[in-house]
């Protein structure tokens, strides 16, 4: 075959559908209900996955009818607040960010947003969660 007929034969095969409807048969078109998550008492503002756990922060105070302050941790089966959690509940208060960062000493999870402390201590505005405490 020449090299002028390839790009034509490949726009061919593109267009008989050949190579995508294998991959389009496995898609679900619908939403599942396979998480049972949700159920916030406020908006959420980011997700992240550290350790195998998903955490979620923004301005809730519950997280799957458990109480959550800020932020919750997923972990597999159900929601659970994150060390007491990190802000009193006010309008204007809420977790905006959460990153990972390895200072030397392994991975911790930093929230960031615009709170007053974190598990009962004065913490403002940026807090680091290690996994057991801040």
Known sequence: MSRSCAPALLVLLLL????????EGQCVRE??????????????NVVREWNGDLYVGGDFTRAGGHPASGIARWDGTGWEEVGGGVLPRHSFLF????AIFDD???EDLYVA??????????IRGLARWDGTSW
Do not use: K, M, Y
């Open 31 to 44: 939403w599942s209900d396979a998480f049972p998550g949700g159920d916030f008492d406020g908006p959420i």
């Open 104 to 106: 030397g000493g392994g």
């Open 95 to 98: 977790v905006q960010d959460l």
């Open 113 to 122: 947003g615009n709170f007053l402390e974190a598990g009962g201590l004065p």
């Open 16 to 23: 008989l559908g050949l190579g995508g409807s294998t991959v």
